[in-house]
């Protein structure tokens, strides 16, 4: 009896579809991350729910979470482990904070974990991210072995920003446009500076012609937009943006300058 070739045809095209639904797909890592939420809620063992806790971070870590994955680092009950793995947890928490943005902690726990000898490049741009120039630079010119490459990261250090602080903005916000200078915004001082004369003079003009109600109450209004709101207040509230900006401009050259040596 011949067999159809229609039958044939339909289990050529079954097979191969047949085998590819049963292969088991990778499995994604929040998925993976609940499932090791289950671990620690299921398990009264110290150990397996730190096991669990520490692998559920790096789930989240591939699914680029930081924020989440130290978090739940923060759940590991550290006392449960040897020392070793003690600082094995601070120097995840150091990496998943670097990557958050939070620098002042990253540094915090890798140099709690005891190993920032292991990572000197990292532990030199967390210096700098810290306004701690001085080990920064001592710890980038232990990385480098030729003159040239020295002779770079002396460079730019000399070019490290100074940080600002809000009580000299504040008292040079007096003499318009020191306080814009200041904080890097020459143009916008220039231009306080030309609203700030035309409100003094309006005022003046408006007193010397007798005209009380306008100098006072008007030119009043006007040197407290443009005087204390558009110039004070502005470069005081700016500090910390500048300061921010600066510093993370600053250790990003200096990472992709120890990259760029081989050193990171």
């Known amino acids: 009896m011949r067999t159809p070739l229609s039958f044939i ?10 085998i590819n639904g049963q292969e088991v797909p990778d499995e994604n890592p929040l998925e993976e991350a609940l499932r090791w939420e289950r671990v ?10 730190n096991s669990a806790l520490i692998a559920k971070a790096e789930c989240y870590s591939r699914a680029s979470l930081p924020g989440d994955a130290f ?32 620098m002042g902690a990253a540094l915090g726990f890798l140099e709690e974990s005891g190993r920032a000898a292991e990572c000197p490049g990292l532990y030199s741009v967390l210096l700098a991210s810290s306004w701690r120039f001085t080990e920064a630079r001592e710890q980038a010119l232990r990385l480098v072995a030729t003159d040239a490459g020295k002779d770079a990261v002396i460079g730019l250090f000399r070019k490290a ?3 600002r602080k809000e009580g000299v903005a ?28 035309g ?10 012609s007798h005209d009380w109600v306008s100098g006072f ?19 005081i509230s700016s500090v910390e943006e500048f300061n921010r900006r600066s510093i993370n401009e600053f250790t990003l050259s200096l990472e992709e300058l120890l990259d760029g040596l081989g050193r990171l």
């Open 9 to 18: 045809i339909c289990i050529c095209l079954f097979v191969p579809f047949s």
């Open 40 to 49: 620690v809620f299921s398990s009264e063992d110290p150990a397996t729910v």
């Open 71 to 102: 978090k739940t680092l923060e759940r590991v009950r550290l006392y449960f482990l040897d020392p070793e793995e003690v600082s094995s947890v601070l120097m995840m928490k150091s990496r998943y904070s670097k990557e958050s943005g939070d």
């Open 161 to 163: 920003p100074m940080q």
């Open 170 to 197: 504040s008292a040079l916000s007096f003499i318009p446009p020191a306080g814009q200078i200041y904080l890097g915004r020459p143009w916008g001082g220039i231009l306080s500076m030309i609203l700030n004369a």
């Open 199 to 208: 409100a003094a003079g309006f005022t003046a003009y408006e007193l010397i």
């Open 217 to 235: 109450l008007g030119g009043g209004l006007l040197l407290n937009e443009t005087f204390f709101k558009a110039n004070m207040e502005k470069n």
